[in-house]
Each structure stands twice: as structure tokens, then as C-alpha cells.
């Protein structure tokens, strides 16, 4: 037997019983495809990073386990105490953190609302945690019967969500976390700057059970740097503190966020955010004269519903369009568009009015 075939085995063997048959995470980089416009995984189109201001005269040292001018940053843009913030690598590892620290495996269970984000399922799943996934609504509101959410540890909301765009109003936000008093309530914001005012940022004060989190890969144009925000009671942060590694965020990148961070990095990122609103306005408008079933976004991306997915979706990738579709039957037909530069978003619509004449 070839020797790779052995060790093939020899792993498979090793590994944990109950992960034999997970499914890896489908990214947009791990699909991969072909072309030059690659609208499929809500990265911003736009880079910002001056690199000559990016300092590694200390890169044979270890950063701070937790950098503290990056704290003092976010805590400042976010309206929050520095004490209430963790930075982690992107808002992935803060999942995991959440996960791994509150959840006993095979005995506790998580929640989410969905369609959603993968990773809550996978990083369940990844440390023996039984999943319940809620369905939506059909308008994609939240059910007013969450009776499977009520006895599990975590209950995630991604808000607004991906991969709908669509999202919770603040009252059921609040009125979720009136209904989970032994619960955390995750709220994902990782496209929370395109929909400010749905934040629940606010909330904190009031319900010890509110956990936010954030990410600077979205309006920030950060995707590459990996690193994220999880924002909570001084409690929980202390004790999820204590189960995180010891070095998450490298001394570029924290050198990276706090440029994004900075009063010029913010005002930037906030006129980025008013010109792909404004091209996501006018990617809307082609799609519902292409006859589409389009539900509105608050994000960076559109998600569309098609009769004839298939044939769209060969133009698109015949024109050399990278956008997104899924695997799940309730997904079938539909393609998710990440809002791309001017350019590129008019490249998408020369070829829905070509479909449409």
C-alpha cells in the first residue's frame, strides 16, 4: 500500500469518532472559480493600508495579549469600556471561544436562527455541542415560538444576516433576551456599519446576558487581517480571557486596525460604506427588472431568488463572474452578490439588461 494511503488512514483513524463525517466549512476561497470579478464573499473592494506607516522594528517580540491601544480604539468607536472588549482573530475565533468556554460537551446545545453563518454549526459541532438550527420565518423575522432555543447556552442572531441581509428589529432583539434569562444571546454584527442604527450595542447594560460581536473584514476593508471584537459584561470577558491564546493579534495587524481605526481610517470607511449602499441600490433595481425575487439588504451584498438560477448563473460565470450559490435545497435558487467596485457592479448589470433584452 503507498505510504501516502497509509498515513491517510493512519489519521482518519485517530480522529475523533463523532467528527468523521463533518462538513468543512464551504468558503468562497475554498470554492474557489474562475474570472476576474469576484463578488462572492462580501469582502470590500476598496484596500486603505498606508504601508509605510507599518513598523517591525519589534517583530522579534510577542505582542500584548491583548494590545492595548487597539482596545482603547474599538472601545472608543464602539461607545464602549476597554473592559468589555476582547480582540480575537476575526469574529470566528470569538465563536469558537464562546462555544468551547460555556458549552459542556455532549451535554449542552447551542441555537441559531437560519439560514445563517456556518460557522455556528461547525464550531459546535467541532467540540461535541448539539446543534438546533430554527427556521425563520418566511419573511425571515424571527418565530415567536423559540421553545427549542430555551434551554441552550448560546443562542446566535446574526444581525443583519448573512447570507439574507436581511434583519431582527431592536424589540425582538430585546424581547429574545428577556425570554433567555439563562442563555447568552449572540448577536453577530459583522455587517453592523452598513445598518448602524440596528446595533444592540445599547443594550448591554441592560441584559448581562448580551454578547455582540464585530469584525473589521467588512466595512473596515480588513478581510486579510483577521481580526474581530467580542463585546460583553466585564464578567463574561473575563472568563472567556481565560481560555483564549495567549498571542491572537500580531503586531502588524494591530498596527493595520488601529489605522482603519484612527478619525481619517473611520471617515473613510463611512464614505466606502455610502458608495456600495449606493451601487447595491442600483444592483436592486436591475435585479427586480430582471424579474428576481430580491429581499432588501442591509448589507454589503444582495441575495436573490431566480427562476432560472441556472442560466444565470452560467452567463455570470461565462462573463467570468464569481458570485455565490448554495448547497441547500431551500438556497437553490438563489445568488448572493457581495457589492464589488463601481466597475465591476456595472459589469453585472450590462449583463442582466443583455438578459433582459
Do not use: H
Request: hydrophobic share 40%; charged share 20%.
Amino acid at each position: 500500500m503507498p505510504i501516502n494511503s497509509i498515513s491517510s488512514q493512519f489519521a482518519k483513524n485517530l480522529f475523533r469518532d463523532d467528527l468523521q463525517d463533518i462538513s468543512t466549512y464551504q468558503s468562497a476561497r475554498r470554492i474557489g472559480g474562475e474570472g476576474n470579478i469576484w463578488i462572492n464573499a462580501n469582502e470590500s473592494p476598496f484596500s486603505n493600508i498606508d504601508e509605510s506607516e507599518i513598523d517591525l522594528s519589534s517583530i522579534n517580540r510577542y505582542p500584548e495579549p491583548q494590545p492595548q491601544r487597539l482596545m482603547a480604539a474599538y472601545a472608543a468607536y464602539a461607545n464602549v469600556e476597554s473592559e468589555q472588549l476582547l480582540c480575537c482573530r476575526g469574529a470566528d475565533e470569538a465563536i469558537e471561544l464562546l462555544i468551547r468556554g460555556f458549552c459542556q460537551p455532549n451535554i449542552d446545545s447551542i441555537s441559531y436562527f437560519g439560514p445563517s453563518y456556518g460557522m455556528y454549526n461547525i464550531s459546535a459541532q467541532a467540540n461535541a455541542v448539539k446543534v438546533n438550527e430554527i427556521a425563520f420565518n418566511d419573511d425571515f423575522t424571527l418565530p415567536t415560538n423559540i421553545s427549542l432555543a430555551e434551554n441552550s447556552k448560546l443562542i446566535f442572531v446574526c444581525n443583519p444576516n448573512n447570507p439574507t441581509g436581511t434583519v431582527i428589529e431592536l424589540d425582538v432583539i430585546e424581547d429574545l433576551l428577556k425570554k433567555s434569562p439563562n442563555s447568552l444571546v449572540v448577536i453577530d454584527e459583522a455587517y453592523i456599519e452598513f445598518a448602524a442604527s440596528y446595533t444592540s450595542i445599547n443594550l448591554l447594560d441592560r441584559y448581562p446576558n448580551l454578547v455582540i460581536l464585530r469584525t473589521l473584514s467588512k466595512a473596515f476593508a480588513l478581510a486579510g487581517a483577521r481580526c474581530g471584537f467580542l463585546i460583553a459584561s466585564k464578567s463574561i470577558i473575563q472568563q472567556v480571557n481565560r481560555i483564549i491564546a495567549p498571542y491572537p493579534i500580531p503586531i502588524p495587524i494591530e498596527q493595520i486596525a488601529l489605522q482603519a481605526l484612527s478619525t481619517k481610517g473611520i471617515a473613510l470607511m463611512q464614505s466606502q460604506v455610502e458608495q456600495l449602499l449606493a451601487l447595491k441600490i442600483q444592483l436592486t433595481n436591475v435585479l427586480l427588472d430582471s424579474k428576481a425575487t430580491v429581499l432588501k439588504s442591509y448589507t454589503n451584498f444582495v441575495f436573490a431568488e431566480f427562476d432560472d438560477s441556472d442560466d444565470i448563473w452560467t452567463r455570470l460565470t461565462r462573463n467570468g463572474i464569481n458570485a455565490r450559490r448554495y448547497q441547500s435545497k431551500t438556497l437553490s435558487n438563489a445568488i448572493r452578490f457581495s457589492i464589488g467596485n463601481r466597475q465591476e457592479i456595472e459589469t453585472v448589470i450590462e449583463i442582466f439588461e443583455e438578459i433582459k433584452r
